[in-house]
C-alpha cells in the first residue's frame, strides 16, 4: 500500500459507512430546519432578484416573452454591438437572432475554442444566454453551460447578456439545489453569476471586466408564451 492508500485506510476505518450516512442526514435536517418557514412569493422572488443585481451593477429590465427579442435587438444596436454570440438553434436564441438588424452579425459558437480563439477575444461585443435558473436572495443566476452554449460565451465577451424566466428563481440556494434534485446527480458545470466581473486592488480600487464581462444585461422574462 502506498501512503494515499494507508491514510483513507485509516480514515475510512475511523468512520464507517454507516456513522457517515447518519452525520450526513442528520446534517441535512438541520440545514433544512435553518431555512425552513415561509417562502417569498413569485412576485417578491422577482423584486429581490433585480433589487440583488442591480446592487452588482448589473442593468436588469422584465419583459413579456413577446416583447424582449425587439428590445434586446435594440438595446444592442445602442450600446454599439457589431458581433453577438448566441446558440441559434435555440428557441430564445433564434427569436433574438430574427429581431437583430441587419448591421449586427449573430455567432454561434462552432468549432472547437483552440480553432477561433484570438477571434473570439478581438471581435465579439457580446454573449447571450439562456440561465437554467436564478437565485432571488443573492441576486444570482445559476448557468448550465452545454456543447452549444459553453461557459465561454458569459465569460469571455465584455457584455453578458443573460436571459431568465421568472417562473424558475428561487428564494435560497438551499432552495435551488433542494428543488432541481442537484443531490441526485449535480450537473459537472454549474457557472453561478451574481453581476459583471469585478475586482479591487490593496487600494481598494474597484475596476470591472479583469476577469469576466465589464457589462452584464439581465432580461426577467415574467410571462412565457403559452404552447
Given at each position: 500500500m502506498n501512503a494515499r492508500e494507508r491514510m483513507l485506510g485509516r480514515l475510512r476505518a475511523a468512520a464507517p459507512v454507516a456513522d457517515a450516512h447518519h452525520a450526513l442526514d442528520a446534517l441535512d435536517a438541520r440545514i433544512a430546519a435553518h431555512y425552513?418557514?415561509?417562502?417569498?412569493?413569485?412576485?417578491?422572488?422577482?423584486?429581490?432578484?433585480?433589487?440583488?443585481?442591480?446592487?452588482?451593477?448589473?442593468?436588469?429590465?422584465?419583459?413579456?416573452?413577446d416583447e424582449w427579442p425587439?428590445?434586446?435587438a435594440?438595446?444592442?444596436?445602442?450600446?454599439?454591438?457589431?458581433?453577438?454570440?448566441?446558440?441559434?438553434?435555440?428557441?430564445?436564441?433564434?427569436?433574438?437572432?430574427?429581431?437583430?438588424?441587419?448591421?449586427?452579425?449573430?455567432?454561434?459558437?462552432?468549432?472547437?475554442?483552440?480553432?477561433?480563439?484570438?477571434?473570439?477575444?478581438r471581435t465579439v461585443d457580446a454573449g447571450f444566454t439562456v440561465v437554467r435558473s436564478g437565485i432571488a436572495a443573492t441576486g444570482t443566476l445559476i448557468l448550465a453551460p452545454d456543447a452549444r452554449t459553453p461557459r465561454t460565451v458569459s465569460l469571455v465577451p465584455p457584455l453578458h447578456i443573460a436571459l431568465v424566466y421568472a417562473d424558475t428563481l428561487h428564494a435560497t440556494l438551499h432552495d435551488a439545489a433542494r428543488a432541481e434534485r442537484w443531490s441526485d446527480g449535480m450537473p459537472s458545470n454549474l457557472v453561478l453569476a451574481s453581476g459583471p466581473s469585478k475586482t479591487s486592488d490593496i487600494q481598494q480600487t474597484l475596476a470591472f471586466g479583469a476577469?469576466?464581462?465589464?457589462?452584464?444585461?439581465?432580461?426577467i422574462v415574467t410571462a412565457r408564451n403559452k404552447p
Open positions: 425552513a418557514g415561509p417562502r417569498p412569493d413569485a412576485a417578491a422572488r422577482i423584486d429581490a432578484l433585480e433589487s440583488a443585481l442591480r446592487a452588482s451593477r448589473a442593468e436588469v429590465w422584465r419583459a413579456t416573452a425587439a428590445q434586446l435594440e438595446k444592442l444596436a445602442q450600446h454599439g454591438v457589431k458581433r453577438l454570440l448566441l446558440d441559434t438553434a435555440g428557441e430564445e436564441g433564434a427569436a433574438l437572432a430574427g429581431a437583430l438588424p441587419a448591421t449586427m452579425e449573430s455567432l454561434p459558437f462552432a468549432g472547437p475554442l483552440e480553432a477561433w480563439k484570438g477571434e473570439l477575444f476577469h469576466g464581462p465589464r457589462w452584464m444585461w439581465v432580461v
